[in-house]
């Protein structure tokens, strides 16, 4: 079992910054890969970026948000610059692990994300 909190979201006007961070608890030892998705009202939730070996990041998003990880700390952080009113949306920490040749998918709460244009 993996926890996932959230935090560091809000309110920001367009153009401006925000940084959203994850800290995972647990069988943390078991995450094989770990990231971002938002889910906008009325739209699937869509990957944002993540970490697994490698990084991926959404086209959409792809020269203003940043992701890292500290793997000592057990966090992941997304920074977002030159924000846009369309990246308002729930932003959820999402961790898949694999143990015992069972995958896992674990997720956060969520933290909104609301850019005013």
């Known amino acids: 079992q993996v926890q996932l909190v959230e935090s560091g979201g809000g309110l920001v006007q367009a153009g401006g910054s925000l940084r959203l961070s994850c800290t995972a608890s647990?069988?943390?030892?078991?995450?094989?890969?770990i990231g971002w998705y938002r889910q906008a009202p009325g739209k699937q939730r869509e990957l944002v970026a993540s970490?697994?070996?490698?990084?991926n990041v959404a086209d959409s998003v792809k020269g203003r948000f940043t992701i890292s990880r500290d793997n000592a700390k057990n966090t992941v952080s997304l920074q977002m610059n030159s924000l846009k009113p369309v990246d308002t949306a729930v932003y959820y920490c999402?961790?898949?692990?694999?143990?015992?040749?069972?995958?896992?998918?674990?997720w956060g709460q969520g933290t909104q994300v609301t850019v005013s244009s």
């Open positions: 999402h961790a898949s692990t694999y143990y015992s040749g069972i995958w896992g998918d674990y």
């Open positions: 647990g069988s943390t030892s078991t995450i094989r890969g």
């Open positions: 970490i697994s070996g490698t990084t």
